[in-house]
């Protein structure tokens, strides 16, 4: 059985970075509003200790903040150096404007 945990409100991913940053199961993750999709990736972003809520999103992708490293968001690809790792991806579930993450299995 699936057991997903509530991490934010819809309305609470920002209007105008149109990311949120939150804590899931003690890691830090990305929410994403693409265009009312929401995805979810870890923060960190792998070549650098930075946080991708803090990128620039722009076409469902998300460019690191500290080396423009580009990665796609509902993959988890890399797009063009220096970033060459593929980002963690979460599963989402949206129920009446509650965002949820699927759990690990215990």
């Avoid at 699936?2 to 149109?18: E, F, N, Q, Y």
């Amino acid at each position: 059985m699936d057991i997903w945990k509530p991490v934010a409100l819809v309305t609470d991913i920002s209007p105008d970075t149109g990311t949120l940053r939150v804590v899931h199961e003690g890691e830090g993750v990305c929410l994403y509003d693409l265009q009312g999709e929401i995805c979810a990736t870890q923060d960190r972003c792998p070549h650098g200790n930075a946080s991708l809520a803090d990128g620039y999103l722009e076409d469902g992708t998300i460019e690191c903040p500290l080396h423009q490293g580009v990665f796609d968001i509902r993959t988890g690809k890399p797009q063009c150096p220096p970033v060459t790792t593929d980002l963690r991806r979460y599963e989402v579930r949206v129920e009446a404007d509650t965002v949820y993450l699927k759990a690990e299995a215990a």
